[in-house]
């Protein structure tokens, strides 16, 4: 059962680029899309299909690629989460000169943090990425993978040398959190707070 569900209808700006790739760690797309969706008017969202079985396996249940609707898996609609097709390049993100507040790619697969530590952009979510980089935009990877080997480590460090911002999924215990929901919020609102956004899901520590 989703929690903390927010008014998709609040004011809202800015735009925001999603990438949820087949790694495990599906609760987490999933709360960030919900959050972010009162915080950004457009959020432009790509899925692998890996992607699709993840959630349906963690969440048991996962969105419809083609019968798109976020109501199933997010708890309703929210038209401002436009999904792209993952091999169409004539899309914004995959142009430099569409601006935006920042990408995020939660949960990133370490195939997919491979693939763009090398330049290799073999489809949209790695095209996008690479634009951020070349463009000196926000890119904010959130791996769930342990442990970590050294072409993995070698992979995320030639990210951020190259100025992404590596964001491991590590949901924190001090604020007690009392379902998965509230862990996975921990993680949530660090990637909010990275990208510049003054989120309430949780309090900033000794405030």
Not at 3 to 25: E, F, P, Y
Request: proline content about 5%; some cysteine; aromatic content about 6%.
């Amino acid at each position: 059962m989703l929690v903390n569900r927010v008014d998709s209808q609040l004011m809202a700006t800015g735009k925001l680029v999603v990438g949820i790739t087949g790694a495990s760690g599906a609760i987490y797309a999933q709360r960030l899309l919900i959050q972010a969706s009162s915080h950004f008017s457009e959020i432009f969202l790509m899925m692998s299909r890996q992607a699709l079985q993840v959630a349906s396996t963690e969440l048991g249940v996962a969105p419809d690629l083609d019968n798109w609707s976020t109501k199933a898996w997010l708890g309703q609609e929210y038209p401002n989460i436009k999904l792209l097709d993952s091999k169409n390049y004539f899309t914004p993100p995959a142009s430099g000169s569409f601006r935006h507040d920042g990408m995020v790619i939660v949960p990133c697969s370490m195939g997919s943090a491979g693939r763009i530590a090398n330049g290799i952009s073999d489809d949209l979510l790695t095209r996008s990425a690479d634009v951020c980089l070349k463009e000196g935009r926000k890119l904010i990877l959130v791996p769930r993978e342990m442990p970590w080997n050294l072409i993995m480590l070698r992979n995320l460090t030639q990210l951020a040398e190259a100025g992404a911002t590596i964001l491991p999924a590590c949901p924190a215990w001090y604020y007690q959190p009392t379902t998965l929901e509230d862990l996975a919020d921990t993680v949530v609102a660090r990637i909010l707070q990275a990208l510049g956004v003054e989120q309430k899901i949780v309090p900033e520590w000794m405030h």
